[in-house]
């Protein structure tokens, strides 16, 4: 693009300005030190770009019609070319292309859930073969006690709630899972990537087909482990559409949101779930099971932090964490 940009509007001059804006875009991602990005990328490209656009101008014959073969002046014609069909196409039909190829997460939502577990039920996880342990044991294993490490995990699900299809996921899973305050929430991102090693913010990769090969293994009862997922938006719909799928039943229901209730509402739903339209309901949904009671369940029992791990500098500042979250909070916009 900078090639085209700079052939169309001015030379090397032109080039080179818009080599330093991307440049200085690049940083500004960096400055922002956002989450679940991977800020290496930005730091090569930035490299990248000074190398590529100043220090081999098209000026000095490094032009792609410079180059001895004939396929390279259509390849720079037909990958952005490529690119921007992607885009269009997934934004009209999200579910047919991945979101980093349509550039979702430039749209406002894309494809998400959340996972929610019957506390006496998660041990069954642990019967599916994978590349590494699910989080929580992780961190347990790494010294802290079980009620610091559900504390520490939750985080991912207060960082979540700040995206607006998160507040549609929640509003679901309050309105159909009524044990829901005695059940273990996992984020889908999370524990996709304890049972296949990737996820990179791909909700397709752990929509329904990965929670029936996890059932082939880990055998849950109906309502035991039950995920809310939701898909992007697609483009001048306004709505979000979403399925609750149980790993032994399969899919039990299908509905919709309106993007502008999830936006206009806060994170933590002080007005409740948001409005939830059903489209579909599975004639097994009544088979459901909703029995949880104690969030603990028997792989976790609690103890006093003291007996379980010796008082450090990072258990201390988690154990602070924890306290200041269960403070009632002051002066919060309700």
């Known amino acids: 693009m900078l090639f085209v940009v700079g052939t169309a509007l001015g030379g090397q001059t032109t080039v080179t300005l818009a080599t330093l804006l991307m440049v200085g875009f690049c940083f500004f991602i960096i400055s922002t030190f956002p989450v679940a990005v991977p800020l290496e990328w930005n730091l090569l490209f930035a490299i990248c770009a000074v190398i590529f656009f100043i220090g081999y ?3 000095a014959g490094f032009s792609a019609f410079d180059m001895s073969e004939p396929w390279m002046p259509f390849a720079v ?162 709505y979000q559409e979403y399925k609750l799928i149980d790993a032994a039943l399969g899919i039990v229901e299908r509905g919709r949101w309106q993007v502008k209730d999830s936006v206009a509402e806060q994170p933590w739903l002080p007005n409740g779930p948001i409005p939830l339209t059903v489209t579909w309901r599975s004639p097994d949904f009544d088979k459901l099971q909703f029995t949880a009671t104690d969030i603990v369940g028997p792989d976790a029992v609690p103890q006093p932090l003291e007996e379980l791990v010796e008082p450090g500098a990072t258990t201390a500042a988690l154990a602070q964490i924890v306290l200041e979250a269960e403070a009632p909070a002051e002066g919060v916009a309700r």
């Open 57 to 59: 101008p098209n000026s």
């Open 77 to 238: 014609i037909a990958i952005p070319l490529i690119l921007v069909i992607l885009v269009i196409f997934g934004s009209i039909r999200p579910d047919k292309v991945s979101f980093l190829a349509s550039l979702r997460q430039y749209g406002g939502n894309w494809a998400t859930a959340l996972w929610a577990i019957h506390p006496d039920a998660e041990k069954k996880l642990h019967r599916v073969y994978r590349p590494t342990k699910d989080q929580i044991d992780q961190i347990q294993a790494m010294g802290l006690p079980y009620p610091l490490a559900e504390a520490f995990l939750e985080m991912s699900l207060g960082w979540r709630s700040l995206h607006s299809q998160a507040r549609g996921l929640f509003s679901l899973l309050l309105k159909e899972v009524p044990d829901i305050d005695h059940r273990r929430i996992r984020e889908a991102e999370f524990a996709c990537n304890a049972m296949i090693g990737f996820n990179f913010g791909e909700g397709h990769f752990h929509n329904e087909e990965l929670i029936a090969a996890i059932q082939e293994e880990a055998q849950f009862e109906p309502g035991e482990f039950i995920v809310a997922w939701v898909e992007s938006e697609a483009l001048w719909h306004g």
